[in-house]
């Protein structure tokens, strides 16, 4: 269908999702002003029967004049035309920019208890509306929900009408057999999965949301008790007594035993954010929080990394320049197409997000394909950024606790991650040299001294050192190059990922998956040489677009898309018996 123009208005730009229900498509409005791009949805009709299609003429009207109802929040998309042509029917919505929720709660990443109790304050303000309204939306997951580009403010998407018709259709057609279920496995509590949801049915699938927020476990990895199906997840975080009894009440086997409103957990949750003696306030009392944005980019065959924090320390008190000129930026790129003083990032406190400023009219830079020929752009979680002809990414924007009266270091000192330098190896210092340790009879023994550039060495580094522990030791703003000896051979993924630390690399797949693919060639889904579990480690070899070459443990080279894969630090420490 791309290219195709539907009701001589919309033109078909790209496919944005395809199901058995139908498919989604970004399209057009070639008849207003500057052609706004739409969401625009079709429905698969399975059935040509006239008495079949007139059902599905009404369910379809119906669920057009809830959407357009639903649209009057300024959190839910507008439903902006709704058509039907040759016997298909298609829902035309808002285009909402930004980026999936999903994106901010990968695999292992906790949120604090005062970021959960934000997000879910805030859509439990959306969902009040849409229950006021005799709405079940059915489907809540971070997926459903868009960090909207313009506010930072979250939008839920996707309300099953296509799904719902989509059922009913099929059984107009003579399958009474079939069964569809709307929801997704992890969020769905007892009574959807038996096609009975009810508004406590969407407060159950956002307490999930809330426990997967703090624990960094999807929903469907949990266990539940066997005698009384509730979910088991304390364990697994650190959270206030009251908070974690909300979320309980939340997510309730039972939905007799839950909120039955959204209007009472928006209560409950209020009154513990506004309570001055509970248990968040004395938890985070010695704790403030600070914005901070890590920018990726590819330079030389390597992958450097820098966080910006709020309050940054720079040459520019409050701002960090990029561009080729040391004496003014403090991000420097020898690419010749990047202007001496080009862009710069700044922090906005009274909008609470990052921001770009184009510095060079003449040389604009490209944010998420957008030229910004003057003035300054959002920043988001995924942006890409283009000067000259270098691309950038932010990789994360997030809020992160700091000590209380914490400032960020001077700028000009952080350490800048890189996969390799083909530079002399900067000056170092020598920490320790374990000659030989012995845990229960097993030995280990060579492990080569801990290299630290000497700029960034504390001046007095104690490792500590314990029974079966290899080597303890913390950096500021750095990174370890650990060069480790033979080790025992059988441990044999350990030592592929410790001969290059800093170029380990995790499967981590976007989207709740278990497996990443592993591609012969980048910008294919042809021909996967072979399936890469979750957690399986390889070693990074290049960037190309959206893809990253990488090598096995057994030598094998593949490709796999850049967000099916994280940095493994953490990883590797605990592999060396790092203790905390």
């Known amino acids: 269908m791309i290219g195709q123009l539907l009701a001589g208005h919309y033109k078909v730009l790209e496919v944005l999702g395809e199901g058995g229900f139908g498919q989604t498509y970004i399209v057009e409005d070639i008849h207003l002003p500057g052609k706004p791009n739409c969401v625009l949805k079709h429905l698969k009709t399975t059935s040509t029967d006239p008495e079949s299609l007139e059902t599905a003429r009404r369910l379809f009207q119906k669920e057009a004049d809830t959407l357009q109802q639903l649209g009057n929040h300024s959190q839910i998309p507008r439903l902006l035309a709704y058509f039907e042509e040759n016997q298909q029917f298609y829902l035309v919505q808002e285009f909402i920019e930004g980026h999936p929720l999903s994106r901010e709660l990968p695999l292992g990443k906790r949120w604090t208890e005062t970021q959960t109790i934000e997000m879910l304050i805030e859509v439990l303000s959306i969902l009040e ?5 005799g709405v079940i939306h059915r489907d809540i997951k971070p997926d459903n929900l868009i960090r909207r580009v313009s ?4 939008v839920l998407i996707d309300f099953g009408a296509i799904k719902q018709l989509r059922s009913q259709t099929a059984m107009g057609a003579g399958r009474q057999n079939i069964t569809i279920i709307v929801g997704t496995r992890g969020y769905m509590p007892s009574e959807q999965i038996r096609r009975l949801p009810r508004p406590s049915s969407d407060i159950y699938a956002l307490g999930m949301m809330g426990i997967q927020a703090l624990t960094g476990v999807y929903p469907h990895e949990l266990q539940d008790d066997p005698n009384t199906g509730e979910i088991l997840w304390q364990d697994l975080t650190s959270v206030s007594p009251e908070f974690a009894a909300i979320l309980a009440k939340m997510t309730r086997y039972h ?8 209007s009472e957990v928006l209560t409950a949750l209020r009154e513990l954010s506004n309570s001055s003696n509970s248990a968040i306030t004395s938890i985070e009392s010695s704790t403030s929080s600070l914005h901070q944005l890590t920018l990726e980019w590819v330079e030389d065959g390597q992958v450097k990394y820098r966080t910006i924090l709020e309050k940054q ?15 003014q930026c403090d991000i420097v790129l020898p690419d010749p197409t990047i202007s001496g003083l080009h862009v710069e990032i700044f922090f906005h406190s009274p909008k609470q997000r990052f921001y770009l400023r184009n510095l060079r009219q003449q040389n604009p830079p490209i944010i998420d394909g957008q030229l910004l020929l003057a003035g300054e752009m959002p920043l988001a979680s995924g942006s890409t950024l283009r000067l000259g002809q270098q691309n950038f990414r932010v990789r994360e924007i997030s809020c992160k606790q700091y000590p ?11 350490f800048a991650i890189t996969l390799a330098s083909a530079k002399p190896a900067p000056k170092t ?9 012995e845990d229960g009879g097993r030995k280990i023994t060579s492990v080569s001294p801990i290299v630290v550039p000497a700029s960034i060495a504390p001046k007095r580094i104690q490792p500590r050192l314990k029974v079966g522990t290899a080597v303890a030791v913390s950096a500021i703003a750095g990174i370890f190059l650990l060069n480790t000896g033979n080790l025992n051979k059988s441990k044999s993924q350990q030592n592929f990922i410790l001969q290059q630390p800093q170029l380990c690399r995790v499967v981590s797949p976007s989207g709740g998956k278990l497996l990443a693919k592993l591609r012969s060639e980048p910008q294919t889904e042809i021909g996967a040489m072979k399936q890469l579990n979750l957690g399986e480690k390889v070693l990074f070899m290049k960037v190309r677009g959206d893809f990253v070459q990488v090598k096995l443990a057994d030598g094998t080279q593949g490709w796999v898309f850049g967000d099916d894969i994280q940095r493994c630090e953490r990883t590797i420490s605990k592999g060396l018996g790092t203790r905390d």
Not at 129 to 133: C, G, I, L, N, S
Not at 151 to 154: E, G, Q, S, V
Not at 429 to 437: D, E, L, N, P
């Open 129 to 133: 509306f849409v229950h006021a309204q």
């Open 151 to 154: 506010d930072n403010k979250l």
């Open 255 to 262: 939905f007799k035993e839950r909120y039955q409103t959204a």
């Open 313 to 327: 320390q720079s040459k520019n008190p409050g701002k960090i320049r990029i561009g080729r000129d040391p004496e």
């Open 404 to 414: 209380s009266g914490y400032t960020p270091i001077d700028y000009s000192k952080c």
């Open 429 to 437: 210092i020598r920490i320790s040299q374990i000659k030989k340790a």
